[in-house]
């Protein structure tokens, strides 16, 4: 069998009718099965690239593949394999939400008694269930970013692109949409996602591609990028307070306040054997998070340095990254 | 996609359009019903009874096809128009563009919308019309086509207008600045034989004028126009505005920058 790739994306331009040119030769190579990243600041070309691969904007050049079918010779195969799920919500809101979700397998030749099941599989699994019959327009938005996960499964979609799925909505469903989209995934779902909540990338995503001003400036693994940190920042949440802060054998420690310390650690050090410090001092630490997320660290650092920013951050600019 | 996989994507089309007229009917169905009626209360009963009677028959007789026909045109085209810009308007046509529909299909199950409200519109202004006259019908074969057509014809036409509109101005100006003025001077209300010899020329190069000749020859048995060019010109704009429909909506026109 073959081991074709998702997508392929090749030298990938679009210059708008205003002039505008969004893309400037984006490259970009999604894994079979893969849960895919695809970062990049506001305006940098993100939903461009998404438009064109989803067919609702025209590229100006360049090559697009979906599981082996080219997107401009083969397009009617390339798009039965993509289930789209926008940042803008883009359905009917006087229409009931089951008859959006039918009406979608429609669009697919799926016959009304089969769409039926499947909604009510889709509904049941964003619990929508309850709303089947209610109009759109009085979901929560939460719930109308659910109706548009649950209409772009109802063909079983190869390739899923989530374009900010999350924007909007509250921890708690957040939580339980990442849930979803990894038993998505773990059932082999190949997933795109654009996100700014770059620890939603960093928990769900094993491929990730961060493109800014039209082009991609780097695709890696998740893993690989993280790795490249070369200071990481902690909060130390103390169970006592303490006046003074004891030796820490090297570490660069400071106190915040009475019961909180930020901490740096590096490639060579172990926070273990911080924590063991502490301990010796009789100080016990009763929980820690990072300052800010680590991929937050290397997406601002990886921007600055192809922008030609002067001023770097030391904690979080290894020279790796920029090429 | 095989065949069977089309025909159900057209069907899903094509009761979603029928569905959306017909759960707003007090918006779609009834206006045309009314109108009509004021129509056959002043120009039939109050001024046409001051009237000489044209080609043989009452002037409530001989305004009924234009009538009935002028329902069809405009509805016909402003379901295609309103349903197809406000789908644009509300991204919900990005459901289509996105899943593998061939445009075909897209159109087909568009303008299958406009038809059937032009159908439903009809055969309502119609019974309309029995309250105010008796109507025969010289040839159903010739009624019927005249019928199909034309609120295929109309379909397309505001497919294309709904395709360019950028607001929702953009789909009231052309019906109300070109599709009303043609309609009025297409010979609802008069045989064009009662113009000038000027007037009738510049009648003649009026397309809608050709269907409400057609649709009265029909009905009445009488026409001003040669019935073979009636239908020759019919079908050729059919033709046209398909293809170019077609043509919008593989290039995006409209739907994709």
């Known amino acids: 069998m073959?081991?074709?790739?998702?997508?392929?994306?090749?030298?990938?331009?679009?210059?708008?009718?205003?002039?505008?040119?969004?893309?400037?030769?984006?490259?970009?190579?999604?894994?079979?099965?893969?849960?895919?990243?695809?970062?990049?600041?506001?305006?940098?070309?993100?939903?461009?690239?998404?438009?064109?691969?989803?067919?609702?904007?025209?590229?100006?050049?360049?090559?697009?593949?979906?599981?082996?079918?080219?997107?401009?010779?083969?397009?009617?195969?390339?798009?039965?394999?993509?289930?789209?799920?926008?940042?803008?919500?883009?359905?009917?809101?006087?229409e009931p939400v089951g008859e959006i979700l039918i009406n979608q397998a429609g669009y697919y030749g799926i016959n009304r008694t089969e769409a039926k099941k499947r909604a009510e599989v889709h509904l049941k699994q964003l619990e929508l269930w309850d709303k089947r019959f209610g109009m759109a327009k009085e979901l929560s938005g939460g719930m109308k970013r659910r109706l548009m996960i649950a209409r772009a499964l109802m063909h079983r979609p190869?390739?899923?692109?989530?374009?900010?799925?999350?924007?909007?909505?509250?921890?708690?469903?957040?939580?339980?949409?990442?849930?979803?989209?990894?038993?998505?995934?773990?059932?082999?779902?190949?997933?795109?996602?654009?996100?700014?909540?770059?620890?939603?990338?960093?928990?769900?995503?094993?491929?990730?591609?961060?493109?800014?001003?039209?082009?991609?400036?780097?695709?890696?693994?998740?893993?690989?990028?993280?790795?490249?940190?070369?200071?990481?920042?902690?909060?130390?949440?103390?169970?006592?307070?303490?006046?003074?802060?004891?030796?820490?054998?090297?570490?660069?420690?400071?106190?915040?306040?009475?019961?909180?310390?930020?901490?740096?650690?590096?490639?060579?050090?172990?926070?273990?054997?911080?924590?063991?410090?502490?301990?010796?001092?009789?100080?016990?630490?009763?929980?820690?998070?990072?300052?800010t997320n680590r991929l937050e660290q290397l997406f601002i650092s990886m921007l600055r340095n192809k922008n030609g920013a002067t001023e770097a951050s030391s904690t979080a600019l290894p020279e790796a990254i920029v090429k | 996609m095989n065949l069977s996989q089309k025909m159900v994507a057209l069907k899903t089309i094509m009761v979603k359009e029928y569905l959306r007229f017909i759960r707003i009917w007090i918006q779609t169905v009834l206006p045309p019903a009314i109108s009509v009626a004021l129509y056959f209360i002043i120009f039939g009963e109050l001024i046409g009874s001051q009237l000489d009677d044209i080609d043989g028959y009452r002037y409530m007789d001989y305004i009924v096809p234009g009538l009935i026909l002028m329902s069809v045109i405009s509805n016909a085209y402003a379901n295609v128009v309103s349903s197809f810009f406000s789908a644009k308007f509300h991204h919900s046509v990005e459901e289509m563009l996105v899943s593998p529909l061939p445009n075909y299909i897209i159109l087909l199950g568009v303008v299958s919308g406009g038809l059937a409200r032009g159908v439903v519109v009809g055969i309502v202004v119609t019974l309309v019309a029995m309250f105010f006259t008796d109507i025969q019908i010289h040839s159903y074969s010739v009624t019927i086509a005249v019928f199909i057509l034309t609120s295929i014809l109309f379909s397309l036409a505001g497919f294309i207008n709904a395709a360019y509109a950028k607001s929702f101005d953009d789909i009231t100006i052309i019906p109300t600045f070109v599709l009303t003025p043609l309609?009025?001077?297409?010979?609802?209300?008069?045989?064009?034989?009662?113009?000038?010899?000027?007037?009738?020329?510049?009648?003649?190069?009026?397309?809608?004028?050709?269907?409400?000749?057609?649709?009265?020859?029909?009905?009445?048995?009488?026409?001003?126009?040669?019935?073979?060019?009636?239908?020759?010109?019919?079908?050729?704009?059919?033709?046209?505005?398909?293809?170019?429909?077609?043509?919008?909506?593989?290039?995006?026109?409209?739907?994709?920058?």
Not at chain 1, 228 to 253: K, N, R, W
Not at chain 2, 230 to 242: D, E, K, Q, R, T
Request: aromatic share 8%.
């Open chain 1, 2 to 94: 073959t081991n074709l790739n998702a997508l392929t994306i090749k030298n990938l331009h679009k210059t708008y009718k205003n002039g505008v040119e969004a893309l400037k030769g984006v490259d970009l190579t999604v894994e079979q099965g893969d849960f895919f990243a695809l970062l990049g600041p506001n305006g940098a070309g993100k939903s461009t690239v998404i438009g064109i691969i989803a067919s609702l904007v025209n590229k100006t050049s360049g090559f697009v593949e979906i599981f082996g079918h080219n997107l401009d010779t083969r397009s009617t195969d390339a798009r039965m394999h993509i289930g789209l799920v926008p940042q803008e919500f883009n359905f009917n809101i006087f």
């Open chain 1, 158 to 291: 190869k390739l899923l692109i989530l374009d900010e799925p999350t924007a909007g909505v509250d921890i708690e469903i957040r939580h339980s949409m990442w849930d979803f989209l990894r038993e998505q995934n773990a059932n082999g779902t190949t997933i795109i996602l654009t996100t700014h909540y770059l620890e939603e990338a960093e928990s769900l995503c094993n491929n990730i591609a961060i493109i800014d001003r039209g082009v991609t400036i780097r695709q890696t693994r998740m893993r690989s990028l993280l790795d490249q940190l070369h200071i990481e920042t902690f909060i130390l949440y103390l169970d006592d307070a303490i006046d003074t802060l004891p030796d820490c054998g090297g570490h660069m420690v400071r106190m915040i306040d009475s019961t909180t310390l930020e901490v740096e650690i590096n490639r060579e050090q172990n926070i273990s054997d911080l924590f063991s410090l502490l301990k010796n001092c009789g100080i016990k630490v009763v929980s820690m998070k990072n300052k």
């Open chain 2, 183 to 257: 309609t009025y001077l297409g010979g609802i209300f008069y045989s064009i034989k009662m113009l000038p010899e000027f007037w009738q020329d510049v009648s003649l190069v009026n397309p809608i004028l050709y269907m409400i000749n057609a649709f009265r020859y029909g009905l009445l048995g009488i026409t001003d126009i040669d019935l073979t060019i009636a239908f020759v010109i019919i079908l050729s704009f059919i033709l046209v505005l398909f293809f170019f429909s077609l043509r919008l909506l593989r290039i995006g026109v409209g739907l994709k920058p």
